[in-house]
């Protein structure tokens, strides 16, 4: 199973140089976008301060967005529907860990008062882990021998 997520891993990552571009398109929206936040909503230290956990995570979301589109299309020319609908799937599976950890980050950027709210996003972010884990052992090997 280790040489299948290997040889999965290299696929992805020689379709991401095939065009170095895709690669570096995020990382460049993840800056421009996170750079135009504070003039849309104003300079206010502390109203930044207050909502600056939501604004990385937002852009950070939408930049991977970028590339998995990319990745995406790229695969689909090479994939069979199974290979492309299971990254489709588990998209929204994946948003209770995206709000868990904007929300840890929003506790632990609150100051040393909220480190213990942090701590209960951390427990949550943890579970999801072993969730996420245990059922793609669990699911891995079905699903790349075609069962």
């Not at 909503?41 to 502390?46: C, D, L, R, S, Y």
């Amino acid at each position: 199973m280790r040489d299948l997520f290997l040889a999965v891993l290299l696929r992805d990552l020689k379709l991401a140089s095939r065009r170095r571009i895709d690669s570096l398109l995020p990382v460049v929206f993840f800056i421009v976008a996170l750079s135009l936040f504070p003039l849309g909503v104003g300079p206010e230290p502390q109203m930044l301060r207050d909502i600056a956990p939501g604004i990385v995570w937002v852009c950070a979301l939408l930049a991977s967005m970028l590339s998995v589109g990319s990745l995406f299309a790229a695969t689909l020319l090479e994939a069979r529907s199974r290979d492309v609908l299971l990254g489709i799937f588990l998209f929204p599976v994946v948003t209770p860990v995206i709000v868990a950890g904007a929300k840890g980050t929003a506790a632990l950027m609150a100051g040393p008062a909220e480190a213990a709210g942090a701590l209960v996003w951390l427990k949550l972010l943890f579970a999801f882990d072993l969730l996420f884990v245990t059922l793609s052992l669990w699911v891995f090997g079905p699903l790349t021998r075609g069962e």
